[in-house]
């Protein structure tokens, strides 16, 4: 596990990367709704899994940050959720503008309050 702990960027970097390759390849041997059904939760666990290891590094109490990793988490799931059913209504909607707005003003907060309450002083 500290080897996993010490080479964390590199553990991204790769999985960024083998995640890229296979949207691509599914994007073109699938329809769009297996595709999500492949590609979402594979998503979800690496996200998890590489936020682990990084609260294994920084973080004060690793099981507050991932109960507060995954609520946030959560919450930007339900705010997709919410966008994908209101993408039919008919007529002028502003629906993509709310999440882009949203979701950058979530990030940022998400930020502010993990450094200032979850995060070692030596990491900000």
Known sequence: MNKLVKHRELINVICGFL?????????????????????????????LFLEYLRGIEQAKCLKHFMIYKISVFFLVFSLMIIYFINVDWDGPSYWSLF???????LGIINNMIEKKYFLKKEFK
């Not at 041997?29 to 979800?44: A, C, H, Q, T």
């Not at 999440?99 to 003003?105: F, H, Y």
Request: proline letters at 3%; aromatic letters at 14%.
């Open 19 to 47: 995640i890229v390759l296979l949207v691509i390849g599914l994007f073109w041997s699938v329809e769009l709704d297996e595709f999500v059904y492949y590609i979402v939760p594979l998503i979800v666990i690496v996200t």
């Open 99 to 105: 999440i882009i707005i949203g979701s950058t003003g």
